[in-house]
């Protein structure tokens, strides 16, 4: 296989070679160094790696070229590889550029030149930025590979489901590639049975559940003890928040994830409001990081595991899993989240998997490279995923309900200074059209009461969330909305069974805790998720005492 390249780019020769020597001693095993002196040539270099399916994992552009400066080279490269890193070597003078640049071309980082020493300066980004590249990363494939169609809801939950575990798999699309077929009629006695997953070791998969997945690459399924101090239910920012505290802090503790580990957050292409990610950071990598550390500290994590009840036995917690499974506990957090709201017009429910998309931006975008796509929904989320599209389809348009975005500035900012993101607002959904995928979707003005139906290759769907709390309905206190009361919000007067104060995050019932998006008050953000999470460890701690 051909290793990935790094391209350097910069027309002083001195400050080319010098970074070209600096990039190999570290980087020259495993990655294949370019250099290149114009912007132009640089270009032509891409084009031909395209062609021999080679890959590109970072461009490292100097700002001031004569031709062509970094930030326009690099707004023509990311069209090429929109996946590789982007670092821009600027002058201390130029940081209006990398400003530019951070906002127009999605600017992973930029480093003042010099760069040296570059153990220090230079090395801790780019690894960084090659860890995240890596973890992404799309490669001519030795490892597991998906055959399915993009209409079948079940091959998009594999797929789903592998990104969000940052296991890297290759997708063989049955419908346009003959070979893919074959592998697969050959496999299951001539039938077209999808997603059939096949597996270095030259074991197949054919429709499995996501546990028969999570089993066979070789992540835990199954808690090592009946009990533990402390039960999370949820793996989103939460959840794994509240797993890296309590494991630091020396609580037992085992988190149960029914689907992937990221929840909600996993799903957003790009969290720019998260203190110390200056240039913004993926859900997925913020997961990754998160897992990585809860594991780190001690936390026992498992997946694939839906938590289906809870129930009291004295000052016990116990949960049943899916699988019938029970496991106690002394204290349990809830932190079941949020789950995206429905669309419930005609043919939205038969075409859900098949074109149309809950929050699923970031696995499916890489499908409709040219294709013009839609995004229902006006806030952050919806301004997030369609500008994480618009790299790849050739059109995104935003149906917004409402006669204007909801979302942050500087998401309309960008959402308007990108030529391929059309917004038409008061615009109702009416009906989803198709037979085993989306063809066409039909909106309505409300302003005018003009009725059309658009051709639609997908239809990204981001309209609000409700909280995830059906599982304790009938143990704990929730508002008429379901989100859990917890510490002060809760009544002071009828049915308390304390014999003092709830502790903040604490429920209805004595240690049971519930923490991020299924709680009331909750603000919806990444930062209080998982400030939650944390301080909840800090009142259960303070419950484990008292016992
Ligand atoms: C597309 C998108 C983009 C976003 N972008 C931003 C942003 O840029 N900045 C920002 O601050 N916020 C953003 N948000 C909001 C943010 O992601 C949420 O506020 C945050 O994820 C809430 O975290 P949580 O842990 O409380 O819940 P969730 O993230 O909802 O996680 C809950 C987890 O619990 C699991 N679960 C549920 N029920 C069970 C069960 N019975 N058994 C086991 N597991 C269960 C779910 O599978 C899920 O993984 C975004 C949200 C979306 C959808």
Known sequence: ??????????????????????????????YRLMKVNSGSAALGALKELQKRNETVALFLADQRMPQMTGVQFLE????????????????YADTEAAIYAINQVDLDHYLMKPWDPPEERLYPVLDELLED??????????????????????????????????????????????????????????????????????STLVEPSLQQVAEKAGLPTEAQMGFYDLIIV?????GLSAAVYASSEGVDCLLIE???PGGQAGSSPKIENYLGFPMGISGGDLTRRAMTQARRLGAEIITAQEVTAIRLLDRYKIVTLANGTEIACHALLLAT????????????????????YYGAAHTEAYYYKGQEVFVGGGANSAAQGALFLSRYASKVTMLIRGPEASAAQHLLNALKADPRIEIRVDTDLIEAHGIDKLEAVTVKNTATGVVETLPAAALFVFIGVKPQSDLVK??????LKGYVLTGPDLPRTVGRPFDRDPFMFETSVPGLFAAGDVRFGTI????????????????IRHYLKTL
Request: aromatic letters at 6%; hydrophobic letters at 45%; zero cysteines.
């Open 258 to 260: 029914k689907h992937a």
């Open 474 to 479: 009938d143990l704990v206190l929730r508002d």
């Open 337 to 356: 989240g949020a789950a995206f709201n429905t669309l419930k017009m005609p043919g939205a429910a038969q075409l859900t998997g098949a074109g149309i």
């Open 1 to 30: 296989m051909a290793k990935p390249v790094i391209l350097t780019l910069d027309d002083d020769p001195m400050v080319l070679n010098a970074v070209e020597r600096d990039l190999r001693k570290k980087y020259g095993q495993d």
């Open 133 to 202: 590249w890596k973890a992404h990363a799309r490669l001519p494939f030795e490892g597991i590979r998906i055959a399915g169609t993009l209409w079948s809801l079940p091959t998009h939950q594999v797929k789903d489901f592998l990104v969000r575990h940052q296991l890297p798999y290759q997708y063989l699309d049955v419908e346009s590639d003959a070979r893919a077929r074959a592998l697969v009629e050959a496999h299951n006695q001539g039938q077209l049975r999808i997603p059939t997953l096949f597996f270095p070791d030259g």
């Open 234 to 238: 949820g793996g989103g920012p939460a």
């Open 524 to 539: 919806h953000r990444v930062v209080s998720a998982t400030s939650e999470g944390g301080a909840a460890v800090a009142m």
């Open 76 to 91: 023509q490269a990311r069209a090429l590889f929109p996946e590789a890193k982007k670092v821009l070597l600027t002058a």
